[in-house]
């Protein structure tokens, strides 16, 4: 499958807002997952957020703290990322796997190693 191809990133001041985008029309397999990552130099990539393809079931990292929505159709995958802090600053990633009937979202994109090139976010204050 190809990797996928994130968009959207820039840079912006402090509270405001950016949209990004990724192209997933490799992954539209409705048992499938979906996810946005982000990930700083020297730190771990952490999720952001997930959704099933299924039926568009969401879950959010704490840190989010209702500041960003995910949200899907067949072939993009989109993260709202409002009111932005300088904590915000990384790349940003999607991925997404496919979802074992027991299983969770969180767990299913934890396996996805296909990285694409990201898309960058910077925040100043």
């Known amino acids: 499958q190809a990797r996928p191809v994130e968009s959207g990133g820039g840079s912006v001041q402090t509270g405001e807002s950016l949209r990004l985008s990724c192209d997933v029309s490799?992954?539209?397999?409705?048992?499938?997952?979906r996810g946005w990552f982000r990930q700083v130099p020297g730190k771990e990539r952490e999720e952001i957020a997930d959704?099933?393809?299924?039926?568009?079931t969401t879950s959010y990292a704490d840190f989010v703290q209702g500041r960003f929505t995910i949200s899907q159709d067949k072939n993009t995958l989109s993260l709202q990322l409002n009111n932005l802090k300088p904590d915000d600053t990384a790349m940003y990633y999607c991925?997404?796997?496919?979802?074992?009937?027991?299983?969770?979202?969180?767990?299913?994109?934890?396996?996805?190693?296909?990285w694409g090139q990201g898309t960058q976010v910077i925040v100043s204050s």
């Open positions: 490799e992954y539209t397999r409705s048992d499938y997952c």
């Open positions: 991925a997404a796997a496919f979802k074992s009937l027991w299983g969770s979202c969180r767990a299913a994109v934890a396996t996805f190693r296909n």
């Open positions: 959704i099933y393809v299924r039926d568009g």
